[in-house]
């Protein structure tokens, strides 16, 4: 395997206090916050409007995806992307920090991350720890809107990063890729059901391997070390030096594998953008595994 400088992945809140501090905002560094919570519950633009890290520009997920998809959180075209960031004050030569506001420390920042790299842009880096631990250790905050300068970006898709429904079906018979789900274990069993959605029932893609992305977090709300990271990708038997895709249920969770991978030097993990989402409703019913009351998913 050919070693490649990675850039990287997480910025701790001291450096991008520190950043902030000395005035480092600006055309070379964009802080953005992607929280999304789910409807009825907290309100991330709200909160985003009421206190946020001093100028961050608020991330909408709701707004970057593709809308026309019947399938939850699909990846927006590469103008629209382009284009929503640029509006961000986002060039190609920017380095970008993203954050969410999640109990958890990281919940959506990971597939803004993602979302960056599989775009074509390197210089991205979750904030470790997210808002949760930026308030906890008396950082400055401010409710004040940030008016960040237009810029262009040009967005360049890496299809190397990113799967198709068609790609994983055929994976199926070649066996190419592992194939790792970050679900909590009860929904990839089967045996809880997904939250929040009428009709999609629980379950996983036969021959996926459960590995809940929770477990790469601390209960701090940090990121694991790579040594702990990589027991855990042992511990599934998951081969970190051959070919990996992540699923969940709507490809946000599966870029926490992405990321955990990319920790441990391996920076080509695809994520299967569709997941569970669009694989229930497509899939043969032989290749959707539950232990569910109705057996199949």
Known sequence: MVHQVLYRALVSTKWLAESIRSGSLGPGLRVLD????????????????????????????????????PYEMML?????????VGRLGISNDTHVVVYDGDDLGTFYAPRVW??????????VSVLNGGFRNWLKEGHPVTSEPSRPEPAVFKATLDRSLLKTYEQVLENLQSKRFQLVD??????YLGTEPEPDIVGLGSGHIRGSVNMP?????????????????????QDKKVDLSQPLIATCRKGVTACHIALAAYLCGK???????????????????????SQGKSGKA
């Open 213 to 233: 992305f929770m477990n790469f977090l601390t209960k701090d709300g940090f990121e694991k070390s790579p040594e702990e990271l990589r027991a855990i990708f």
């Open 34 to 69: 992607a929280s999304w919570y789910s409807p009825g519950t907290r309100q991330a633009r709200k909160e985003y409007q009421e206190r946020h890290v001093p100028g961050a520009s608020f991330f909408d997920i709701e707004e970057c995806r593709d809308t026309a998809s």
């Open 76 to 84: 927006p075209s590469e103008a629209h992307f382009g284009d929503y």
């Open 114 to 123: 993602w979302m960056f790299r599989v775009f074509g842009h390197r210089t």
């Open 182 to 187: 970050s679900r909590a274990q009860g929904r």
């Open 267 to 289: 920076p080509d993990v695809a994520v299967y953008d569709g997941s569970w989402s669009e694989w229930f409703r497509r899939a043969p019913p032989e290749t959707r595994v």
